[in-house]
């Protein structure tokens, strides 16, 4: 069964510092794009981050460049976030995502995207 499964989330104050993991498996992601979703309550899924097939280009929303690190192990199949000086704002439910075409240029639109996991909640307080 090839899924992506996250791991990583919780409740931190604000300022804090948490790191998302996500881990492929039932095939090899290492030709594709993967990224970072987010969806807060009674708000639509949105781009966070993502990361070329190689690692060596990134994107980051606005919201959070230089706060946010995307990066990937292509021998693990894993895709992480680490996420520092957090806001109440970045409360929501962290999506992992792959987008299925092959050595495609980093794309934020969520509809490029074919396979999703669960999601890990984070939680931010004040």
């Known amino acids: 069964q090839v899924q992506l499964v996250e791991s990583g989330g919780g409740s931190v104050q604000a300022g804090g510092s948490l790191r998302l993991s996500c881990a492929g498996s039932?095939?090899?992601?290492?030709?594709?794009?993967m990224g970072w979703f987010r969806q807060a309550p009674g708000k639509e899924r949105e781009f966070v981050a993502a990361i070329s097939w190689s690692g060596s280009n990134t994107a980051y929303a606005d919201s959070v460049k230089g706060r946010f690190t995307i990066s990937r192990d292509n021998v693990k199949n894993t895709v992480s976030l680490q996420m520092n000086s957090l806001k109440p704002e970045d409360t929501a439910v962290y999506y992992c995502?792959?987008?299925?075409?092959?050595?495609?240029?980093?794309?934020?639109?969520?509809?490029?995207?074919?396979?999703w996991g669960q999601g890990t909640q984070v939680t931010v307080s004040s």
């Open positions: 039932g095939r090899t992601f290492v030709r594709n794009v």
């Open positions: 995502a792959a987008d299925f075409q092959i050595f495609s240029r980093i794309r934020q639109a969520r509809d490029e995207y074919d396979l």
